[in-house]
């Protein structure tokens, strides 16, 4: 199946920047998505990118992708204590019916 | 959030014996998935709907079954439970469409002893 690759830990303090990386080995890849797991909870869709853009930016979350590379990042900036959660990258050639989820990242943020 | 529970939130079982865990939906979603979570694998796909009495295998299906009579409900059956089948289930839903948003449930934390 498709490999899709997170590192499992990050760790900031308050008000930095976070960037959580992701690589992907499918390159027939059409959407990419990042998913929020806070403690006890399911995931929850934060955004998305089509495999034609390279960036897209949602407040204070902007996503890029090198389709060339197969590697997509998430950047949060001012990270605040709420933002600890896991997170997963996922990708999929036909959209959310058929998705494949990386390992997911464990952002903390310290205070 | 998507109307979507799980049942049992958590479960501790024997080795050996059956298990049943339930999805139920008030969103009408056509597809209805089940996940697993476990370290270091991120969330693997054990099977799926994508109607009533219509399922397909996803990536880890062996020693799981799955059933759907109704549109609202879709269950995962673990048939003889063993330690390596202790995980996170979650289930999801996605209505149809080009970018569908992928809804999660809360999860069921199943411990097989």
């Known amino acids: 199946g498709e490999d899709v690759e997170q590192s499992l830990f990050l760790s900031v303090r308050e008000g930095d920047s976070s960037v959580i990386n992701c690589t992907y080995t499918?390159?027939?890849?059409?959407?990419l998505y990042w998913y929020k797991q806070e403690p006890g909870a399911g995931l929850q869709l934060l955004t998305y990118?089509?495999?034609?853009?390279d960036m897209k930016q949602d407040q204070r979350l902007t996503v890029l992708l090198n389709k060339k590379d197969k590697h997509l990042s998430l950047r949060i900036a001012d990270t605040q204590t709420g933002d600890s959660a896991i997170y997963f990258c996922?990708?999929?050639?036909?959209?959310?019916?058929?998705?494949?989820f990386g390992t997911g990242t464990r952002l903390t943020v310290i205070p | 959030d998507a109307g979507i529970t799980q049942s049992p939130r958590h479960k501790v079982t024997e080795t050996g014996t059956p298990v049943t865990l339930r999805c139920h939906q008030t969103?009408?979603?056509?597809?209805m998935y089940w996940y697993r979570q476990d370290p270091g694998h991120g969330l693997r796909l054990i099977h799926y709907?994508?109607?009533?009495?219509?399922?397909d295998k996803g990536e880890v299906s062996d020693g799981y079954s799955v059933s759907r009579s109704k549109t609202e409900d879709f269950l995962l059956t673990l048939e003889s439970a063993t330690s390596s089948q202790t995980s996170v289930y979650f289930c999801?839903?996605?209505?149809?469409?080009?970018?569908?948003?992928?809804?999660f449930g809360q999860g069921t934390r199943l411990t097989v002893v």
């Open positions: 996922a990708e999929s050639e036909t959209g959310a019916n058929n998705l494949f």
């Open positions: 499918d390159s027939s890849s059409t959407y």
């Open positions: 990118i089509f495999s034609n853009m």
């Open positions: 969103e009408n979603h056509r597809y």
């Open positions: 709907s994508y109607g009533v009495k219509d399922t």
């Open positions: 999801a839903i996605t209505g149809t469409g080009e970018i569908t948003e992928a809804f």
